[in-house]
């Protein structure tokens, strides 16, 4: 990578919104005004990128974002910059507008899409993981997620106040694509009698048994929490049905939470944490670093390699799952 000195940075968002991304465009926008460098944002992601949808940001334009969901800039998922034409009309108009580095705040396709553009074209990029599954390999948490399990939770507990009401059996799905995070850590927080993940396939039997134990020790009701990406059943509303011909003994309802995880003001970490993010990003760049992703290990912010982030599945925390079943006894 030739090292250039950097004056102008450009930001955007890409991928599924996360709550906290407005926070880490603020701190990218103004830490970069108070290191003296020009700042522009990108609207749609490279969808945006690739058609120039471009405007130079003041410090006042990230007024008022902090506690908003969502992302001022918009964000997309393009098909376009998957092709090297698409790449080029994105490096053409990066040049027109003498940007001289990029920020992504986004998840792994979004950091894959980074990676071989900045080969591509040896173009300066710094990645901050922002997705509500948290899956991103090397940091512990990403942008969004802390909220995201909040959201789902806070639905859990009405769920759970209906559930006891009538003696039901609720399946719970949550998002999380095909990671089980947002399952384990909301799973964990609503007291759920079970936990289905796509990173532990126990099956079908195993799901009967556990919930033929917790009525003979007493229990009227129950909540299971599915991961989207699980695969215990043919989708949610089978497993359901699976249960109910085989355990008469439940009358189940099937709850799928869907976008509202994706919503709503982020949370007090979530906010730290793009802004603690957002202005390591730019000093990233500064110091003349590219093809990382900057992130946050046992509380510590890090400055790691954009390889790590998509090389390889982030693995759950076995400590998280080995504790379900002591709490459910
Ligand atoms: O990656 C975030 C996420 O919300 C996943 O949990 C989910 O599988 C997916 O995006 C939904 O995507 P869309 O918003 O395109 O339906």
Do not use: W
């Amino acid at each position: 990578m030739t090292r250039i000195d950097i004056q102008n940075i450009a930001v955007m968002t890409s991928g599924g919104d996360a709550p906290g991304m407005n926070a880490a465009i603020r701190a990218v926008v103004r830490s970069s005004v108070f290191y003296k460098k020009d700042i522009y944002g990108i609207y749609r992601g490279y969808e945006g990128l690739i058609e120039g949808d471009i405007e130079r940001f003041t410090a006042r334009k990230v007024s008022n974002i902090i506690n908003r969901g969502g992302t001022i800039l918009k964000t997309a998922r393009s098909e376009e910059f998957r092709t090297p034409q698409g790449r080029k009309k994105a490096y053409q108009n990066l040049k027109q507008n003498n940007i001289d580095a990029l920020v992504v705040i986004g998840g792994d396709g979004s950091f894959r899409g980074m990676k071989i553009f900045s080969e591509e074209f040896d173009f300066p990029v710094i990645g901050i993981p922002a997705t509500i599954d948290n899956d991103i390999n090397g940091t512990d948490f990403s942008i969004g997620f802390d909220t995201a399990s909040n959201t789902a939770v806070e639905a859990i507990d009405k769920i759970r106040d209906t559930a006891s009401s009538h003696n039901r059996l609720f399946f719970i799905e949550v998002m999380g694509r095909n990671a089980g995070f947002l399952a384990l850590y909301s799973g964990i927080a609503g007291g759920a009698e079970d936990i289905l993940i796509p990173e532990e396939d126990r099956g079908i039997n195993e799901l009967l048994n556990s919930l033929k134990r917790s009525k003979r020790s007493g229990k009227t009701s129950s909540i299971v929490i599915v991961a989207e990406g699980d695969t215990t059943g043919k989708n949610v509303f089978d497993l359901a049905k699976y249960v109910e011909k085989h355990l008469k003994e439940y009358e189940v309802r099937v709850v799928i939470i869907g976008h509202i995880q994706r919503g709503g003001c982020p949370t007090t970490f979530d906010r730290v944490l793009a802004s603690r993010l957002g202005v390591k990003a730019v000093e990233a760049l500064l110091d003349g670093q590219s093809q990382k992703v900057v992130g946050y290990k046992n509380n510590r912010i890090t400055v790691y390699p954009l390889e790590t982030a998509i090389k390889k599945q982030k693995p759950v925390n076995q400590e998280l799952i080995d504790i379900i079943e002591i709490l459910t006894t």
